[in-house]
């Protein structure tokens, strides 16, 4: 038990160092460069003091070589340090941490609401006998996966707040200004959920142990609710897990179209100014989210199933999940 948990700590850390250091190659390589760009943005016509421009790259240490300028953001990062913003000049940790409650407030919601939908949608699929519901069930999500974020999000303001006025159409003031942009975000991710666990329960039922618990007498309900559904929600599990990644990228399309303060619009603003500091900032607060979430599933598969601490069962699992993770992408 205590090597299973090793490893998985040490694979979070793995990754949080790749994902730093991809992410700094990738700023590093851009073409253009960042501090001409705020210069050039905040000047009104006049000409930009080749001086001043020199200054502010020496002060950002931009002038330093590339392995200097990334052991320095390394061993800053590691302390949470990610320096500050080329564009405003305030503290990266700072501009985050302003804008990270509206987010997090909006994921969390979001993936309760993909849970219970994707969970409800997968259950009843596989426990109606009714052909036309089952049928009319099995075909929302790959309608929920198709459908675009943001015209979701178009045809609920257009619906609950310019025509009904049942939510505030912008901001991120109180619960009601969540339930829109949750709904929309919550959609894809559902369905996902919904096709991964309704997959698993149709494998499930097919088991010889469901014909077994058919003939000592168990009801549908029983072996629905006390056998498949925990048998099944392993896959699930794993890919509501992959998926709190995918929410917090959703939330750059959703907080744009709800006018909404938080690390999409953050991240958006910082892209387009080019702001390596703040960009390297969220792509790592993304990466540790997405690592803490993940260990935290890894952490809890044994409480699902015990057997998988076994090092084959660990094998498959790992499979499972890049399988799964694939099937996401594409």
Known sequence: MIRYFGLRVLQAVAVLWATFTVSFAVLFLLPSDPVSIAVDSASTGTTVDAAAVAELQARYGLDQPVWVQYWNSLSHAVRGDFGYSIATGQSVTEAIGN????TLAL????????????TSVAFLATYTGVRWLR???????PLG????????????????????KAFPAFG??????????????ALPTGAVIAQVLAASLQTTWRQPFVEAARAK???????????????SSIPA???????????????????TVFSRAGVGRLTQTSVMAQD??????????????????NLAVDLLYPLIDPRIVDGGRSRRAAEGRADLEEKVHV
Not at 278 to 291: F, K
């Open 99 to 102: 804008a990270l409650p509206s």
């Open 107 to 118: 994921a969390f919601a979001a993936l309760v609401l993909a849970v219970i939908f994707g």
């Open 135 to 141: 049928n009319l069930l099995f075909s929302l999500p």
């Open 145 to 164: 996966v198709a459908v675009p974020t943001f015209w979701v999000g178009l045809i609920l303001l257009q619906l609950f707040s310019f025509r009904l």
């Open 172 to 185: 991120d003031q109180g619960v009601a200004a969540l339930v829109l942009p949750a709904v929309t975000l």
């Open 217 to 231: 007498g168990a009801s549908r309900w029983q072996i629905q609710t006390r056998h498949a559904l925990r048998l």
């Open 237 to 255: 599990f794993t890919i509501a897990g992959v998926l709190v990644g995918n929410l917090l990228a959703g939330s750059v399309v959703v907080e």
């Open 276 to 293: 390596i500091p703040v960009v390297q900032g969220i792509v790592v607060l993304s990466s540790l989210v997405y690592v803490l979430v």
